[in-house]
């Protein structure tokens, strides 16, 4: 097949519509784009100027599971080193739980990195910037910090 592909939007199982809405829209500055007012089938499109981002369902009764098959992280890349810094302090005055203390590197000597914390439903996630993070500690030794947390 020759046909080209990017990544659309993605879409997360959540237990509390309004909680996770709230997260998202404060960290990523997301605009509220369409929402089901059905109380029995509850979702919201987040995005913005326009573009979907993110869609959030209502539909789950228990907390993410790293346990099973299915989403290992969702990852975002912030445009500059300070952008991710000013993320990482939002999600501390939110009391967001964090996988490492601050801005790690992706391996050793890798320019790359970011911070790694969990979504009120505990669903990993993932900001970070492609370079600008040399000297920065680098949690998994020379493996991918992002595949184990």
């Known amino acids: 097949m020759s046909a080209s592909f990017a990544t659309g939007h993605v879409g997360l199982n959540v237990t509390d519509?309004?909680?996770?809405?709230?997260?998202?829209?404060?960290?990523?500055?997301?605009?509220?784009?369409?929402?089901?007012?059905?109380?029995?089938?509850?979702?919201?499109?987040?995005?913005?100027?326009?573009d979907l981002m993110l869609t959030l369902w209502q539909q789950s009764e228990t907390s993410f599971s790293t346990t099973t098959a299915g989403l290992h992280h969702l990852s975002f890349q912030a445009e500059s080193l300070d952008d991710?810094?000013?993320?990482?302090?939002?999600l501390r005055e939110a009391g967001a739980d964090f996988a490492?203390?601050?801005?790690?590197?992706?391996?050793?000597?890798?320019?790359?990195?970011?911070?790694?914390?969990?979504?009120?439903?505990?669903?990993r996630l993932e900001i970070y910037v492609p370079a600008g993070t040399e000297g920065a500690p680098a949690p998994a030794g020379a493996a991918p910090t992002c595949?184990?947390?």
């Open 17 to 50: 519509l309004d909680r996770s809405r709230a997260f998202y829209t404060r960290l990523f500055d997301f605009e509220t784009l369409a929402e089901g007012a059905d109380d029995n089938r509850r979702w919201v499109f987040l995005g913005r100027r326009g």
């Open 100 to 123: 490492y203390d601050g801005v790690v590197a992706h391996s050793e000597g890798a320019a790359s990195g970011g911070i790694f914390f969990t979504d009120p439903d505990g669903i």
């Open 147 to 149: 595949g184990f947390f």
């Open 84 to 90: 991710l810094t000013r993320a990482e302090a939002v």
